[in-house]
């Protein structure tokens, strides 16, 4: 079974390394005469790009996206649609001392014991850098979900909740504040600190972690495959599969381990809309019970480590796993890796939502 493959039905594969000539992804069984134009892709592309603010990696890539089969005519075949995006803007020779050198923090030593070697330039496959191919595949999807009526009022956000030690206020959410601020967060009030705490960290050379909450809206009830592919397992296990995520929770999440059941089970009354969605008074479930959604909103919140790669003296050993002292990690990185997954995740969640809706038509579900 590949590891670069994520789906079931809706499937994608990302290809591709940090400092090679191009990434992408190739996505499988969408399907046929959905309108698909590069068009659709690129902004999805451009809030992840690296280079785009002071807040991100400096890195400058365009990101520009071509679709190379799949599409005809303007609407998807219902074959493979294949992505690629050019990188253009590699500094290899920043990487060439720590060829033998493990980073602390990062996969290198895990991947040179693993596969006997390792691409040192950028992390290659490890790299950040190949969550672009996931952000095309998100695109995508929500096109597929505004397709049909059953999924056409899914809203998928994201934000950045917490940055270092600054907190935002979940009761001050607001999806209009996102893309009108550098750190895409959803507390107005929020961003000068986030910005100053970010500011503080380059300045020592170091960088910083965060929280981001991912929210789907219109999901419709009904969306998991017990026991073994539940809708919240999908969700953990590909949201853990983005890089320097240590941490995902629903709902309540772990602060359910400190509640009573009367004071975390969701109160029910019967919905004036006939909807089961709206029966739900509270949503410390996050909108999913038993691993199928309940038609309320999905709620899930992802702790991301700060970015491995800092200017500060760090201990570590080389190939030969003898000690040597790294004198800062060259290159460019983020300042706090965490900013730019926010869209990254706000896509994974478009193709878990798209998957787990055409399983549900292979079911014969009756509002799908």
């Not at 994201?158 to 601020?181: C, E, K, P």
């Not at 309320?296 to 491995?308: F, N, Q, Y």
């Not at 003296?313 to 290159?331: E, W």
């Given at each position: 079974?590949?590891?670069?493959?994520?789906?079931?039905?809706?499937?994608?594969?990302?290809w591709?390394?940090?400092?090679?000539?191009?990434?992408?992804?190739v996505?499988?069984?969408?399907?046929?005469?959905?309108?698909?134009?590069e068009?659709?892709?690129q902004?999805?592309?451009?809030?992840?790009?690296?280079?785009?603010?002071?807040?991100?990696?400096?890195?400058?890539?365009?990101?520009?996206?071509?679709?190379?089969?799949?599409?005809f005519?303007?609407?998807?075949?219902?074959?493979?649609?294949?992505?690629?995006?050019?990188?253009?803007?590699?500094?290899?020779?920043?990487?060439?001392?720590?060829?033998?050198?493990?980073?602390?923090?990062h996969a290198?030593?895990?991947?040179?014991?693993?596969?006997?070697?390792?691409?040192?330039?950028?992390?290659?496959?490890?790299?950040?850098?190949?969550?672009?191919g996931?952000?095309?595949?998100?695109?995508?999807?929500?096109?597929?979900?505004?397709?049909?009526?059953?999924?056409?009022?899914?809203?998928?956000?994201?934000?950045?909740?917490?940055?270092?030690?600054?907190?935002?206020?979940?009761?001050?959410?607001?999806?209009?504040?996102?893309?009108?601020?550098?750190?895409?967060?959803?507390?107005?009030?929020?961003?000068?600190?986030?910005?100053?705490?970010?500011?503080?960290?380059?300045?020592?050379?170091?960088?910083?972690?965060?929280?981001?909450?991912?929210?789907?809206?219109?999901?419709?009830a009904?969306?998991?495959?017990?026991v073994?592919?539940?809708?919240?397992?999908?969700?953990?296990?590909?949201?853990?599969?983005?890089?320097?995520?240590?941490?995902?929770?629903?709902?309540?999440?772990?602060?359910a381990?400190?509640?009573?059941?009367?004071?975390?089970n969701?109160?029910?009354?019967r919905?004036?809309?006939?909807?089961?969605?709206?029966?739900?008074?509270?949503?410390?479930?996050?909108?999913?019970?038993?691993?199928?959604?309940?038609?309320?909103?999905v709620?899930?919140?992802?702790?991301?480590?700060?970015?491995?790669?800092?200017?500060?003296r760090?201990?570590?050993i080389?190939?030969?796993?003898?000690?040597?002292?790294?004198d800062?990690?060259?290159?460019?990185?983020?300042?706090?890796?965490?900013?730019?997954?926010?869209?990254?995740?706000?896509?994974?969640?478009?193709?878990?939502v798209?998957?787990f809706?055409?399983l549900?038509?292979t079911r014969?579900?009756?509002?799908?």
């Amino acid at each position: 079974m590949s590891s670069n493959t994520a789906g079931r039905l809706f499937t994608f594969t990302t290809w591709g390394e940090s400092h090679g000539p191009a990434i992408g992804c190739v996505i499988d069984g969408c399907p046929s005469r959905i309108p698909l134009a590069e068009s659709d892709i690129q902004p999805w592309l451009d809030r992840r790009r690296p280079g785009r603010n002071a807040q991100v990696s400096p890195r400058r890539e365009e990101d520009r996206v071509s679709i190379l089969s799949g599409v005809f005519e303007g609407v998807t075949t219902g074959h493979p649609i294949s992505l690629i995006i050019e990188n253009t803007n590699q500094r290899s020779t920043d990487y060439q001392k720590l060829a033998s050198i493990f980073r602390p923090g990062h996969a290198d030593a895990t991947y040179r014991h693993k596969y006997g070697v390792r691409d040192p330039r950028g992390g290659g496959r490890s790299s950040a850098r190949e969550t672009a191919g996931r952000v095309a595949a998100g695109a995508v999807a929500m096109r597929l979900l505004g397709h049909f009526e059953a999924t056409r009022s899914v809203e998928i956000t994201a934000g950045l909740v917490a940055l270092g030690g600054v907190q935002a206020d979940a009761s001050r959410w607001d999806d209009r504040t996102i893309d009108q601020n550098p750190v895409f967060c959803p507390d107005a009030g929020a961003v000068d600190a986030m910005l100053a705490a970010v500011e503080e960290a380059k300045a020592a050379g170091d960088s910083l972690g965060g929280v981001v909450e991912v929210r789907a809206r219109g999901v419709p009830a009904g969306l998991g495959e017990p026991v073994y592919d539940r809708l919240d397992g999908r969700i953990a296990g590909m949201f853990m599969g983005l890089n320097a995520v240590k941490g995902v929770e629903i709902g309540a999440g772990f602060a359910a381990a400190g509640l009573r059941g009367s004071e975390n089970n969701d109160p029910m009354r019967r919905p004036e809309s006939g909807k089961l969605g709206d029966a739900f008074q509270t949503n410390r479930a996050g909108g999913i019970l038993a691993g199928i959604s309940n038609g309320d909103e999905v709620v899930v919140r992802c702790a991301i480590k700060p970015t491995p790669s800092i200017g500060v003296r760090q201990k570590s050993i080389d190939v030969n796993l003898d000690d040597i002292d790294l004198d800062g990690v060259g290159g460019r990185h983020d300042p706090a890796v965490c900013i730019r997954a926010v869209p990254v995740l706000q896509a994974m969640m478009a193709t878990i939502v798209a998957d787990f809706f055409l399983l549900a038509r292979t079911r014969n579900q009756p509002e799908f």
